[in-house]
């Protein structure tokens, strides 16, 4: 069987980009180099939205974005099932188009946050999440300024009496996210965000919080193979 295709999607201003393809690649994926201005998803199997700053964050982060012709895409191709993980400024694209509920806003703090951030995973229930075990504590890194998750108060109970809340941060809340929430899902749990950094939590070796950020991208292929 040849290796599931994961595309990567860069904009201008990406700066996750190949930290994401090489952790799809340590896990046996191929990682497929997906450019915000083309209309082609190349047949992928999976997207991944990397962090970065990705241009018209100035207006607010994601806004611009969601306008990409890739974006175009990715939206018709995630409600019809296609797993799609957006990180960091990947997750604000996501919400900003309306695959997922609620808006990412400044941190309360009004200081740009970077450090390894202790969350819990709240539900193995996803495309992204099923080689975790629910309840677990992992640590990934956070690094944002605008990772502040927001929503009323009725799509809040929506999420947590539907079990959509996917990440939660424990031992300390870094950005006043509600609810300490750190990632949550679609209804169908193809399509996750999250604020921390799976991507740069893979190798020993660069000084990372050790190894906790692969089950993300273990769980996908699991997910395909499974398919």
């Known amino acids: 069987m040849s290796a599931a295709r994961v595309g990567v999607v860069t904009f201008p201003g990406t700066l996750d980009d190949q930290d994401a393809a090489r952790a799809v690649r340590l896990v046996g994926g191929e990682a497929v180099p997906l450019w915000h201005a083309d209309r082609d998803l190349k047949g992928v199997d999976a997207v991944f939205l990397p962090g ?9 982060c994601g806004a611009i974005s969601r306008f990409a012709p890739l974006m175009e895409e990715i939206v018709p ?6 797993p799609v993980l957006g990180t960091c400024n990947g997750f604000q694209i996501l919400c900003e188009a309306h695959l997922l509920p609620g808006a990412l ?21 996803t495309a992204w999440t099923n080689a975790y075990e629910a309840g677990q ?8 300024g605008e990772g502040r998750y927001v929503a009323d108060a009725e799509t809040l109970a929506e999420l947590e009496a539907q079990g959509r809340v996917v990440v939660r941060y424990v031992g300390g809340n870094p950005n006043g996210s509600l609810n300490d929430i ?5 209804e169908a749990g193809n399509v996750v965000g999250l604020m921390p950094h799976p991507e740069h939590a893979v ?7 050790g190894t906790d950020g692969l089950g993300f991208f273990t769980s996908v292929l699991k997910k395909l193979v499974d398919a």
């Open 182 to 186: 750190a990632g949550v899902r679609n």
């Open 77 to 82: 191709a995630a409600r019809a099932g296609l």
């Open 137 to 144: 504590e992992i640590t990934l890194p956070v690094k944002h």
């Open 52 to 60: 970065g700053f990705s241009y018209g964050d100035y207006l607010r």
């Open 105 to 125: 806003t400044r941190n309360a703090s009004l200081h740009y946050v970077c450090r390894d951030q202790r969350v819990r995973i709240e539900t193995a229930d």
């Open 203 to 209: 190798e020993e070796l660069v000084g990372a919080p």
